[in-house]
């Protein structure tokens, strides 16, 4: 193999490596309480040309195991002084069933934000539970590309 292949190879490799990087993301566990309060998932930072940011919820399942009839999740965004970042009811519904990314719109006035901070809580109360997400602080509804 020559130099110039091998080096074609290379480029072409972390050319791949760098658009597969999002698709793989990193779920991570939040545990939420039965009482809806709202446990802090993670910070992301976000490309202020956008205004939207995104998060998956993965499964959401009890704590204490046996049956789980839980689908939904809570996720609310707010910026570093804890300002809610989405309008009324001000936060957005996650299904586990979904099978693409959830889109988040950030209102008008906090889209020049460059970090967002995620929470989450079940859904309907009465039922501490684990939930398996990941989130993104940016993401471009034209083209559906995420980070």
């Known amino acids: 193999m020559s130099k110039k292949s091998i080096v074609t190879s290379l480029i072409i490799i972390a050319l791949l490596i760098i658009t597969c990087v999002p ?3 990193f779920q991570f566990v939040v545990p939420l309480s039965a009482d809806q309060s709202w446990a802090v998932g993670i910070s992301k930072s976000h490309n202020t ?3 939207y940011c995104a998060a998956k ?3 959401v399942y009890p704590q204490n195991g046996g049956t789980d009839n839980l689908r939904y999740v809570d996720c609310r965004i707010v910026d570093s ?3 809610y970042m989405v309008g009324y009811p001000y936060y957005t519904l996650l ?3 979904s099978t693409g990314v959830t889109p988040i719109h950030i209102v008008e006035g906090e889209q ?3 970090l967002i901070d995620f929470f989450f809580r079940v859904h309907y109360s009465g039922t501490a539970a ?3 997400v990941d989130c993104w602080g ?3 509804i034209n083209n559906g590309s995420y980070y």
């Open 95 to 97: 299904d586990e069933r």
């Open 57 to 59: 919820l993965y499964a």
């Open 138 to 140: 940016t993401y471009n």
């Open 81 to 83: 002084d804890e300002n």
């Open 23 to 25: 698709v793989f993301g």
């Open 112 to 114: 020049d934000q460059t």
């Open 130 to 132: 684990y939930a398996s």
């Open 49 to 51: 040309a956008y205004s």
